[in-house]
């Protein structure tokens, strides 16, 4: 039997990478506002940049997997998230900060599917499931980076970024480097949506990332300019959201494994909505941490559900799946900021939070989709 346990360590340190670099910038998001004056619809616009260059990237990415191998191209992706990353705080206008985004979110967008097929190979080595457990490592790792933004949010972005980021980033490649043989397909399409069951399965994971990414990039401004928090402590929503990722991920295995992905992911809605619900009507930050602690539990399990079910397609090969629910399902996490966005510049941020609670009920309606591929 091959002993997966270096390709298991090298996935994980891609997964704690990718996420501790998008917890950093999300930290950081308050002061890109406050360096260009950004009102919310500008802010919605740029973080649609990053979704745009994600959902480019998704596609492109899958079928790189499948031709040269996920573990080849998550390596390659490694120093080129990071550079992507410290571009950002070298942008000395809007317009210059824009296409940059673009590039952040295509390396942020590649390495999400190169490393996801990465971690679904080893995975089937192993032969039990595992997935939950990497992203536990991108959630904690989130958490970390956005707890980062407390101790450095007196230094300048770039700084922050480099100290952080460059020994992560390095130790990360050097894992990288240890021997695996990913499977390779030489067929099939460069783009392609999900087909048959995996529509419901990436519509599942919409749901479930839009309200990610809400939380991710729009948490510290919402503490912010609805509860009145300052910028020290506006990080604290999404480092609650983070843990609690993190916890239930880590229960995650055997929570699926005991209820089922039926009911495991109808569970999840219903925590979801009620945390989502807890935020938009928090009147205090006593009542709207622990809603974001309700709704990381509600949200957790959802991605390694998706993306473990995409893998065993029998339609599509394995990078062209993940890639394909991916589309539907990462790119919320992209999508979910602008669209808040949007909402908050018509109405108000609290009511821009609650349309949270609404995606949360799609996990519920959906959660069938869930049930495992024949094999």
Known sequence: MTDTRPARIAATAAFCLNGLLFGIWAARIPAFVDRFALGHDTLGLLLLCIAGGAIIAFPLSGRASDRIGAARLTRVLVPVQIIALLALALMPQVWLLAPALVIFGAAYGATDVAMNGWATEVEEQRGKPILSSFHAAWSLSGGIGAVTGLA?????????????????????????????????????PVFALPRGPLVLVGIVALSSALAEGAVADWSALYLIEA????????????????????????????????????????????????????????????????????????????FPLAFSRAAASKTMPAGQAIAAVATLGYGGILIGPPLIGAVAALTSLRFGMGVLAVLAILMIVFASAMRPAAR
């Open 152 to 188: 450095l949010s007196g230094v300048a972005p770039l700084y922050h970024f480099a100290v952080i980021g460059l020994p992560a980033a390095a130790l990360t490649y050097w894992l990288c480097r240890t021997p695996w043989n990913s499977r390779i397909s030489e067929d099939g």
């Open 227 to 302: 509860l009145s928090q300052s910028e020290s402590r506006a990080p604290l929503g999404y480092a609650c959201f983070s843990v609690a990722m993190v916890v239930i991920r880590l229960m995650g295995d055997l929570l699926i494994e005991r209820l089922g992905p039926i009911t495991a992911t109808r569970t999840s809605g219903i925590a979801a909505v009620t945390g989502a619900t807890m935020i938009a009507a928090a009147p205090s930050v006593a009542v709207a941490l622990p809603g974001f602690v309700l709704l990381g539990l509600g949200l957790g399990v959802i």
